[in-house]
């Protein structure tokens, strides 16, 4: 019975959810569009990685149950949809210049989660390495059975 | 190769080549070289790069990489190929930000106008690859449907 549940594809919406809903909760505020520090063209694209964070969203749920024969796909599809926003946060840091908080907001740069301080990019690091680590598995599995 | 799945493939080339030559190279001074903008505004403006060239890989390996055309796998890549130029024509519509460089004093660049008419080159890149791509997509589905026996 439990193997008729998606777990897997419910897994990777929540990781796609977390990423569009809660991009959007965290920069909705006067850290980031709402900065008066925060040139408009700044803000632009502050909108640009909320707007496509729900965008992929809605394209991670959508995709994760189209009807298709490819079973195999859909998932690798709908995994790649779900963590790119991930995997792009975790990529900006390298870039010069870059900080996961503004000066000014230093105190807030490392997020409590389990009793452990984490920024945006240990966040989505383990975030992406879960659900392709959980993806390979599964599909490693289901070859075995197959 | 359709010319369907030629215009899906424009539109995600360019998602990868137009945001980082343009803003990341050609306008540097203007993003990521900008002294006024915080370390953070920096950091988003990386995170739409780094998005815009994985969808546009993403969408050119569907198109490319699979030998089938059926309508979700070209959906997809017509999705990922101008997802990103959605999301910068949506981007506008978030309060306080601006398609060009209204109030940015260390770049202050008007940009064109017709008959008085702010013209964004942005929005009408925006534009002419969503729509590229997108009727890329309803050819591949045209054609997809009128070869099935």
């Keep these: 019975m439990n193997a008729r549940i998606p777990w897997l594809r419910l897994f990777i919406i929540f990781v796609a959810l977390f990423a569009g809903l809660g991009g959007f909760i965290a920069d909705f505020s006067e850290t980031h569009i709402l900065n008066p520090l925060w040139p408009p063209h700044a803000k632009f694209h502050n909108g640009q990685t909320m707007s496509m964070g729900m965008l992929l969203a809605v394209a991670t749920m959508v995709f994760a149950f189209l009807p298709t024969s490819d079973t195999k796909l859909r998932l690798i599809g709908t995994a790649i949809l779900g963590t790119l926003y991930w995997t792009s946060i975790v990529c900006a840091q390298f870039f010069p210049g870059v900080a996961y908080f503004d000066p000014q907001f230093s105190e807030k740069e490392k997020i409590m989660i389990l009793g452990h301080r984490l920024t945006q990019g240990d966040m989505g690091s383990i975030l992406v390495v879960a659900v392709w680590a959980a993806v390979i598995i599964f599909l490693a599995r289901t070859r075995r059975t197959t | ?149």
């Design chain 2, 1 to 149: 190769m359709s010319w369907g799945k030629g215009l899906i493939a424009i539109a995600a080339i360019g998602s990868i080549l137009v945001p980082i030559v343009v803003d990341g190279v050609m306008m540097a001074r203007a993003h990521m070289g900008n002294p006024l903008w915080l370390p953070h505004s920096k950091l988003h403006c990386a995170m739409s790069f780094h998005a815009a060239i994985a969808l546009g890989l993403a969408s050119l390996i569907l198109v490319f990489a699979r030998p089938s055309s059926d309508r979700l796998i070209m959906g997809v890549a017509a999705f990922t190929g101008t997802a990103f130029w959605i999301g910068l024509i949506a981007a506008g519509f978030w309060p306080g930000t601006s398609y060009g460089f209204a109030g940015d004093q260390a770049f202050d660049m008007p940009p064109p106008t017709l008959h008085g008419i702010a013209i964004y080159p942005n929005v009408m890149a925006g534009i002419a690859f969503t729509i590229a791509g997108w009727v890329g997509f309803a050819a591949t589905a045209m054609s997809t449907r009128s070869t099935k026996p």
